[in-house]
């Protein structure tokens, strides 16, 4: 009996994924364990892994959107043949559907575009999802996805629209080619701008400090000396004196949501990652438990895999708390936006040699300028001030966090 390929729940809250393309083809063994095809979800695209060892013997869709649970392929023994009714697609037809399509009906009752039945509109979970956050009239989209079922990217092609079609292709008619490249949206991409926009409607305080980071650097030479084959970085000490100030301040390591406040008993430290597909946030968990030595190795695991396009989505899942740093950037200062439900960010700059007056004598000290943006609705004023004082002296004077 061949093994139905489903489309798996990779993460929570997901509803439906796109597939992007097969990486077997059909009559090809496949092994247990070994990467299948890949997946685009909201969050990271992924190779997703057989769960079954045999033969490809069917490939049920071969790509676009795709609701979890739904049959997608089939594996088996070799020779063995597909049984009729166990084909998804014959599955779908509704049985009167021959019987709905001799009776007449009015031009006004005829099928709409959007793939409405019996008053309700054929749409998938993501797509109504995206609907709801957006106040789309799903009514008013034409569905392009089976049966004129509406997809994601139906709502994202009907939004991007101007209202004029007619004076929009007299513009394109006019200007010179070449000029104006069209980059369809990727699934993390659109996710990158739902959750930037959610965040920006948060009610956000900032908090500013400038830290001599004199003993960071020299902690940062020492340990790269005793562990000559991690590369540890600034980001790497961050992330270790943010996870245990989190652990002296637990009511900084929260998540908000309409009802609690979630409070973590673990520092989970995501660290914002430039990577080709968008910004990414891989999550170092249990950062508090860890050696410098130890978040550095898990550290450029994520962001080397991050890169590739590798990540997996519980790589990004279950965060507490992010650190953005764009000091190798030679960026001095910036307010990072919150990455909810996270209640705060730190944001951290370059490091510069500047003139300070100290003890009523001029020093040059290697500054850096952190700020850490709150959410209010889940962190005072105060107690912000207070976490990010403790970071402050952790970075200061690394032996009070080690």
């Known amino acids: 009996m061949a093994t ?43 190779e997703v892994e057989a769960e079954a060892s045999g033969v490809l013997l069917k490939i049920a869709i071969s790509a676009g959107e795709v609701e979890v649970g739904k049959t997608i392929g089939f594996i088996g023994a070799e020779g063995e043949s597909v049984a009729a009714e166990e084909a998804p697609a014959k599955a779908e037809q509704p049985t009167e559907a021959p019987a709905r399509e001799a009776e007449p009906a009015p031009a006004v009752e005829a099928q709409p575009s959007n793939g409405s039945t019996n008053g309700r509109i054929k749409a998938s979970p993501l797509a109504r999802r995206i609907a709801r956050e957006r106040g789309v009239d799903l009514a008013q989209i034409t ?24 004076s929009n292709s007299l513009l394109q008619a006019q200007a010179p080619p070449g000029e104006v490249e069209s980059r369809p ?13 959610q965040a920006w409607t948060v009610p956000a305080f900032q908090l500013t400090v400038n830290v001599d980071m004199t003993r960071a650097n020299e902690l940062v030479t020492k340990q790269r000396e005793l562990n000559p084959d991690v590369r540890i970085t600034i980001t790497d000490v961050l992330t270790k004196v943010c996870a245990q100030a989190l652990m002296r301040h637990r009511d900084m390591n929260v998540q908000y949501n309409d009802d609690a406040l979630l409070v973590f008993p673990s ?18 968990a249990g950062a508090e438990r860890l050696t410098i030595a130890q978040i550095a190795g898990v550290r450029g695991d994520l962001v080397g895999r991050a890169r590739d396009g590798k990540l997996r989505t519980d790589d990004l899942e279950g965060g507490t708390f992010t650190i953005s ?13 919150l990455n909810p ?38 962190v005072d004023g105060a107690t912000g001030a207070e976490f990010l004082r403790t970071i402050k002296a952790f970075l200061e004077d690394p032996g009070l966090a080690l």
């Open 267 to 284: 520092a989970n430290i995501g660290i914002a990652v430039a990577a080709p597909q968008g910004l990414v946030v891989p999550v170092v």
């Open 341 to 378: 439900p996270q209640a705060s960010i730190l944001a951290v700059g370059s490091t510069r040699d500047q003139v300070v007056p100290r003890d009523g004598d001029l020093h040059i000290l290697p500054l850096m300028t952190m700020t850490l943006t709150c959410d209010h609705r889940a």
């Open 143 to 166: 569905g392009t996805g089976p049966d004129g079922r509406i997809v994601a990217e139906d709502i994202e092609r009907a939004q991007a629209q101007p209202p004029t079609s007619t």
């Open 185 to 197: 949206l990727s699934n993390v991409r659109k996710t990158i701008a739902r959750r930037l926009t």
């Open 4 to 46: 139905e390929v489903k489309l798996p729940r990779l993460g929570q809250g997901m509803e439906s994924g796109t597939i992007v393309k097969w990486l077997k083809s059909v009559g090809e063994p496949v092994e247990k364990g070994e990467p299948l095809y890949e997946l685009d979800t909201d969050k990271v695209t992924q």
């Open 325 to 337: 740093n764009l000091g190798m950037y030679d960026v001095d200062q910036f307010v990072a936006v």
